[in-house]
T-cell receptor, first 112, second 113 residues
């Protein structure tokens, strides 16, 4: 799986959009971009994933650049409960690629 | 729909004892993955069970073992506990093995004294 680079930490004001960037310049054509988050001492929570097109669900939007070398996770209206470590993962789906590997992620702190 | 559940939430053991951790996957999911998340070490893959069979294991000693039951729930056993086994143990499930999105449970926090 390709490596990802994320900022160590970010701050966001409550009610504002949180935009979390991720660089994955070595991504290959059949690798997906996945986002998880982990609130302190809890299990990771799946947020969203995508291949080429932008994706949106009830939690967030995922914007992938046309060259697929970077992406942005958008939480449209951040709340205090969105404070967590956010992990961007690039993952090849197929074969026996079964295990997830998280990097250090971005600690997002939502401030009141 | 209920998510992945794990029990117990916390477990305190002493060195040399055995620990048993349990996981129930999302209804309809047949694959279960176990991970260890120790402080500062990130997510480490432990075991993968699918349809009752062990499909793969990570780089952990044999005292880490488990099984998957006919109802697809799973158990992780850690024998001869060592201090460094203290960690958050996470279970994830998928509809089928390998390719699908993994959904995690809340974890079991194991403390070895």
């Amino acid at each position: 799986d390709a490596k990802t680079t994320q900022p160590t930490s970010m701050d966001c004001a409550e009610g504002r959009a949180a935009n979390l960037p991720c660089n994955h310049s070595t991504i290959s054509g059949n690798e997906y971009v996945y986002w998880y988050r982990q609130i302190h001492s809890q299990g990771p929570q799946y947020i969203i994933h995508g291949l080429k097109n932008n994706e949106t669900n009830e939690m967030a939007s995922l914007i992938i650049t046309e060259d697929r070398k970077s992406s942005t996770l958008i939480l449209p209206h951040a709340t205090l409960r969105d404070t967590a470590v956010y992990y961007c993962i690039v993952r090849f789906l197929g074969g026996s690629n079964y295990k997830l590997t998280f990097g250090k992620g971005t600690l997002l702190t939502v401030n009141p | 729909e209920a998510g992945v559940t794990q029990s117990p939430t916390h477990l305190i053991k002493t060195r040399g004892q055995q620990a048993t951790l349990r996981c129930s996957p999302i209804s309809g999911h047949t694959s279960v993955y176990w991970y260890q998340q120790a402080l500062g070490l990130g997510l480490q893959f432990l075991l993968w069970y699918d349809e009752g069979e062990e499909r793969n294991r990570g780089n952990f000693p044999p005292r880490f073992s488990g099984r998957q039951f006919p109802n697809y729930s799973s158990e992780l056993n850690v024998n001869a506990l060592e201090l460094e086994d203290s960690a958050l143990y996470l279970c994830a499930s998928t509809i089928t093995g390998g390719e699908e999105t993994q959904y995690f449970g809340p974890g079991t926090r194991l403390l070895v004294l």
